[in-house]
């Protein structure tokens, strides 16, 4: 079986899609975490199969998407502090009810 | 490796001396050595503006094309160092209250890493060095929002800051996943700008510059990516709302700027000039019609930032060395009138915890000096002839023009000057409630501090006199024209 390009740009596609579907209707913030860092994976694949497949001969996909996956790590760790203080403060992690200043 | 290359990155150098010193001054000094810190630092980062600005910038390319300094980064650079000392300064009060005596250190170091990150994005020229800027830029604005423990508006503010920061680098990075598809496997801008070239277009770039107009548009909030703004902007310490509208949203104009026109510049027409003008006529229109009807003082500058954002753009529009300089100007001016209404607000919530507008009535009577700063500083944001805000607008709206001679960018010059004068009217809601309203005023009087003294004088200097002193300008005018490196027609 010959094994091209688009058989991993469409589970890529397919994780982007998923991640944004997740995010927009995730009523968890951490389900939205979960989501988020799904398409942040969708793009590390994305640039690791360009890299591969078009320009096999440099290395700056693979290293870009090390760099990215390092930076998603640090944004999740920022993410999750906060969360726990939005635990302590209404012992929920639900986002909709994070809407009491809207006036 | 060539060591002496890091001598070229002078303002990021000191930045980072800036950041180590309060970190070790705020780690080991004793207890009552705290007490110096918030002098020390404003010092500092007064003398860091000066220094970066009378340093000449070697203007070559070091680390292999990734970092450039050149004559317009450095202008850049000093603008939001200029912001972010005002910032600072604005803060002292609030930094020194007693909740926020063991933390303050923390405050300084967290604002002076976000700057490091914007130099870092207007300087870079490759996109793995501008993501990472980009990142520590955003993320310790987060910590920022959520400043406020004990406050549960704080916390709020924060997850809606850092959820729509992380959804929209995760748009970013898609984006720049597919542009790297295209880029012949470099992902520096010239390579990128070689590849690309008006002849070929394809529905993927275009997607790919959808998604990367989306993820830096999250950042400055234009129109379809700005619902997060007003939250965010009302829940965090003002302080940091202060910062967050002007240094953050000027960092990410420039870097716009220069992605675009760096990278895609080639194809201006082609591919995302009419993205641009829907964007630019819907953020300035959107940010307007909303801006109306807010009571809240935070929430409304929120709104009045989303429809200074669009005015900014308008140079992304010019995408020329003529929109360059005048982006700058707008920006700079931009700091000192939103940083001077943010200082009297920032003020007043501190003495007495008001924010509402009807809240301001009458304060001629009891603060006069403070309700003529508020007065100047909407007079300028909505550009009224003697002050800095009336040339700024004049420049940009000349600089769209300036390239092309088309009647749909005469258009755009038009509603954008309809909105000018729509902004006109809620501006003068907060002129009218603190000089016309007749009723008691709800706002003692009260004395300013040291520091808050010094932020709200230089910002009226700036409002009063940046328009009126054509040396500005014509520095920022000179100052592109010198950045060979820039690659601007």
């Not at chain 2, 009419?274 to 709104?303: D, E, S």
Request: net charge neutral; proline share 2%.
């Amino acid at each position: 079986m010959d094994l091209n390009i688009l058989w991993y740009l469409v589970p890529s596609v397919v994780m982007f899609a998923a991640g944004v579907y997740g995010f927009v209707t995730r009523k968890n913030m951490i389900a939205m975490l979960v989501s988020l860092e799904l398409i942040l994976n969708s793009a590390d694949l994305n640039f690791v199969i360009f890299n591969r497949f078009l320009f096999p001969d440099s290395m700056e996909g693979m290293v870009f998407s090390l760099f990215a996956i390092a930076i998603a790590a640090a944004e999740t760790a920022v993410a999750i502090a906060i969360i726990i203080n939005i635990y302590r403060a209404i012992g929920s992690t639900d986002i909709v009810e994070t809407n009491k200043m809207k006036h | 490796m060539d060591y002496s290359q890091f001598g070229a990155m002078l303002p990021e150098l000191i930045i980072l001396g800036i950041f180590l010193i309060v970190f070790l001054a705020d780690t080991f000094s004793p207890e009552n050595g705290k007490k110096f810190l918030t002098p020390m630092t404003t010092v500092l980062m007064l003398l860091a503006t000066v220094a970066i600005w009378i340093v000449p910038s070697c203007g070559e390319a070091v680390f292999g094309g990734m970092y450039v300094d050149g004559p317009a980064c450095k202008a850049m650079k000093c603008v939001l160092n200029v912001g972010a000392w005002i910032c600072m300064l604005e803060a002292a009060k609030w930094v020194e209250s007693d909740v926020m005596y063991y933390r303050k250190g923390e405050f300084y170091e967290l604002i002076l890493v976000t700057l490091f990150g914007m130099y870092l994005m207007i300087s870079a020229r490759h996109f793995l060095l501008f993501i990472i800027g980009l990142e520590s830029a955003s993320l310790p604005i987060a910590a920022l929002v959520a400043y406020n423990k004990d406050k549960y508006e704080s916390h709020e503010a924060a997850i809606k800051y850092i959820i729509t920061a992380v959804f929209s680098s995760a748009i970013l990075l898609t984006g720049l996943s597919f542009v790297y598809a295209f880029s012949g496997g470099s992902l520096y801008f010239s390579d990128i700008a070689v590849q690309i070239t008006s002849g070929e277009m394809s529905g993927l770039l275009i997607f790919a510059l959808t998604f990367v107009l989306a993820g830096i548009g999250f950042k400055l909030s234009l129109v379809p990516m700005h619902l997060w703004t007003a939250d965010v902007y009302q829940g965090a310490p003002t302080s940091v709302t202060a910062y967050l509208s002007v240094v953050s949203k000027g960092a990410a104009a420039f870097a716009f700027f220069i992605i675009f026109v760096q990278v895609f510049g080639q194809v201006y027409s082609a591919a995302w000039e009419w993205m641009l003008y829907a964007v630019i006529i819907a953020t300035i229109t959107v940010g307007n019609l909303f801006a109306m009807r807010q009571k809240n003082m935070k929430r409304f500058m929120a709104f009045s930032s989303v429809s200074q954002a669009g005015y900014i753009m308008l140079g992304v529009m010019a995408a020329n060395q003529l929109g360059m300089a005048s982006m700058m100007f707008y920006i700079l001016v931009y700091v000192v009138s939103n940083l001077g209404a943010f200082a009297v607000i920032q003020m007043i919530e501190d003495r007495t915890g008001l924010v509402s507008m009807d809240d301001y009535n009458g304060l001629h009577k009891t603060n006069p000096y403070l309700a003529v700063a508020m007065t100047l500083a909407m007079f300028s944001l909505a550009g009224i002839p003697p002050f800095a805000g009336f040339f700024s607008k004049i420049l940009i709206f000349t600089s769209v023009t300036s390239h092309q001679n088309s009647m749909a960018l005469y258009m755009l010059v038009l509603i954008a000057l309809i909105n000018t004068i729509i902004s006109l009217y809620y501006y003068l809601l907060v002129v009218k409630a603190m000089w016309i309203s007749a009723d008691e005023p709800k706002i003692g009087a009260f004395k300013s501090g040291k520091c808050e003294k010094v932020a709200l004088t230089v910002c009226v200097l700036g409002i009063v006199f940046l328009g009126l002193v054509s040396y500005v300008y014509k520095y920022f005018i000179d100052s592109v024209g010198a950045e060979t490196l820039l690659a601007l027609n």
